[in-house]
């Protein structure tokens, strides 16, 4: 392994540079060239069959056979013209990665290529080798994929991608874009039927999606060298160097002139798949850096997301790189978080978390806003549930991400606005009076825009035009948080509709109506919102008095999912019955399981084979200069001492490894997942990893660095 590290290091000094050239100075001119989109779809389709694909997109008709034929000969020819050789049924399966099988466009027995509506629309993986949670045996194989026409069909590495969602033979899904599909009709039911309390001309409205993705990059030769990132995507040993991130020079630094060529290369791909990339910079922690496209339609967002994780992995191999998406791959330095930022777009072109000029958009505006802020409130664990997996739990509350108490931070002006509201609420407004102004609505815009300060340690802040989901981690899926966040907004938004009529009923004029229910809910989930420190421990004590949950492993935080209520709820807006809800609870157990069982192996493995052997030939070295210094009756007192120090941790180390062993096998034999997640995680993970990391962090500053097997924190991170 030493000789390995040594290697490494070597290659990385020798790599040449990869030179990229982009296919033209103006984006414009191919951006979404590999898509076939919209523009492209309008010159291939007969304008009556364009018009038929266009109302399945936006209103969710079923589209009939004849025009699904015609949809596939438009795409096999624009397919092939391009050299496209085979097609795939793209979908996001509960692995948290993407799938795909490919099948030719050429039919040896007609010798032709050929591309029927029913290869478009639909066909059948195997269900049974994917994550079902129970709802599928291993006998009972068939699944089904079907596109998802109001996601683009796009080209990658000369196959013809077709986005689709996954369900079971029976019809559960077994994925994550069903019932984000689901919750998105949910959201714009709700959110209509509130909008026309405002304007009647809304007739559709859409969750919008903005992503930053952070991530490391590592040498590839380096990451070959460490093989707990190769099997477990995080060091799970690894001392940190003399300098980490406390210079604060790496955040929106000068970008390493190989990371950017990385950068630029992928974009270009990015942008021929029409993924709309706009910012890339140096993030907090060296090596680390981020990737943010422009806002989409929440369902495009998510899928271009996973493809462009799959994108830059392949496109960093032409650079010798490697990507690391694990949310936290070094210790001692920041992790990666997964932004999501997250508003309502109507049909008539408002954003519905943007104030506004006009009085009546404003109390539309508070209207949406406080709905969020109690939907947090009275979902927080379903909220911190849906982003707990056993990388993310390394990040959260670690100082330098959000904390896994669920809170909302508005910035101190617009928290004074609610509160005024709730406060002059009791205002009695005479005939003639301008409500908006005696409630202080009608100078919300000036209050807004004068509000520029952002707090890194919520994780749901108010960012002025949108919400920013900032507990999400850098490997998700977002279809997970997202669809959960829409479906709690959902909730709140069809309670309100009925406690504005409840008010309107008993007399009240709908202003007046309106307002009387955000001060009922603006006091109802005050206590969720807050305005300091989320990585302060007063914090969380604070949040312990006003009873917010603070869970913080993923097992419990997943013990939600088995609620009735939580079960109801997702029944409620049709997006998850009662099966799925159960089959999800015991995927995500059963993966953070097999996620810690990893880890542990891999600490096992490298402790017994690499790491113990080095220390112990190190160990004998210093026997024999000690030996050779009493010889010579010359002080050997500096030597002894080293020897008892790595006896030491040695001793501690191969205690402490062989206990954990032992333990995973007699966690193994319990048939609860819920009890076995939990006791992974307490009497796995937290009774062993750090003492385990411990010693061999402590052996890697003893031993010689010429012999250390495994490549140092200081050239993973600095060495390009």
Known sequence: MATLRQQALGMVQARPRVTVTPPSPKISEYFGTNVFGNGRMKEALAPSVFKKVMEAIDKGTKIDPSTAEEVATAVKTWALSKGVTHFTHWFQPLTGSTAEKHDSFFDMYAGIEKFKASALVQQEPDASSFPNGGIRSTFEARGYTAWDPSSPIFIFEKTLCIPTIFVSYTGEALDYKTPLLKSMEAINDAAVEVCQLFDRNVRKVSPSLGIEQEYFVVDKALFAARPDLVMAGRSVFGHSPARGQQLEDHYFGSIPTRVKDFMVDFEIEAHKLGIPLSTRHNEVAPG???????????????????????????????????????EKPFAGVNGSGKHNNWSLITDTGVNLFQPSNSARENLQFLTFLVATVKAVYDHSDLLRASIASASNDFRLGANEAPPAIMSVFLGGTLSDVLDELEKNGNIKIEKGDNMYMKLGISKIPEIILDNTDRNRTSPFAFTGNKFEFRAVGSSANCGLPMTTLNVIVAEVLKGMIKDIEKEMNA???????????????????????????????????????????????????????????????????????????HARHEIMLEDYIKKVQIESRVMGDLALNHIIPTAILYQNKLIENANGLKGL?????????????????????KSNVTAMVETRKKLNKEDDIVKRAKAYQKEVKEAYFDKIRYAVDKLELLVDDESWPLVKYRELLFIR
């Open 288 to 326: 680390q850096f981020e990737v943010a496209p422009i806002y989409e339609e929440i369902n495009k967002a998510v899928d271009h997301n996973q493809l462009l994780m799959d994108l830059m992995d392949k496109v960093a191999e032409k650079h010798s790189l490697k990507v690391l998406f694990h």
């Open 507 to 581: 007399g009240k004029e709908k202003k007046i109506a309106i307002v009387n229910v955000l001060r009922k809910y603006i006091k109802d989930s005050k206590k969720v919102r807050f305005e300091g420190d989320g990585y302060s421990a007063e914090w969380a004590k604070e949040a312990e008095k006003r009873g917010l949950s603070n869970l913080k492993s993923t097992p419990e935080a997943l013990d939600i999912y088995e609620k009735k209520a939580t079960k109801e709820l997702y029944e409620r807006h049709n997006v998850l019955n009662h099966i799925e809800v």
């Open 633 to 653: 009756s010359l002080d050997n007192s500096a030597a002894v001492e080293t020897i008892k120090e790595v006896s030491k941790h040695l001793e501690s180390l």
